[in-house]
């Protein structure tokens, strides 16, 4: 059974920095890109960014480029958003996934996704 567990979501002011992690257990991830995606309310549900297991290859939303960075623990099996200079517009469910290895940015891409943790950035 896969699993996808989220943590590390919160409240911060804008400016400020948060870390998720994503624990991922049940299969190999070897041949897979773990992504991290976010919907606000009343919005479809976005692409932020993403890794591939074996080579580390990143990819980035434009919109996060230069404040977030994706990376891995292969031995944790674990993934992590390292999220800093945050706005009030990063505000969301932020969700881990895993799918790919192409067409990163495409959600339908994805096969498994945990249950999402909610990032509120206040003004």
């Known amino acids: 059974q896969v699993q996808l567990v989220e943590s590390g979501g919160g409240l911060v002011q804008e400016g400020g920095s948060l870390r998720l992690s994503c624990a991922a257990s049940?299969?190999?991830?070897?041949?897979?890109?773990m992504g991290w995606f976010r919907q606000a309310p009343g919005k479809e549900r976005e692409f932020v960014a993403a890794?591939?297991?074996?080579?580390?290859?990143?990819y980035y939303a434009d919109s996060v480029k230069g404040r977030f960075t994706i990376s891995r623990d292969n031995a944790k099996n674990t993934v992590y958003l390292q999220m800093n200079s945050l706005k009030p517009e990063d505000t969301a469910v932020y969700y881990c996934?895993?799918?790919?290895?192409?067409?990163?940015?495409?959600?339908?891409?994805?096969?498994?996704w945990g249950q999402g943790t909610q990032v509120t950035v206040s003004s």
């Open positions: 049940g299969r190999t991830f070897s041949n897979y890109a």
């Open positions: 996934a895993a799918g790919g290895p192409y067409s990163l940015r495409d959600t339908g891409k994805y096969d498994y």
């Open positions: 890794i591939t297991w074996s080579t580390g290859n990143t």
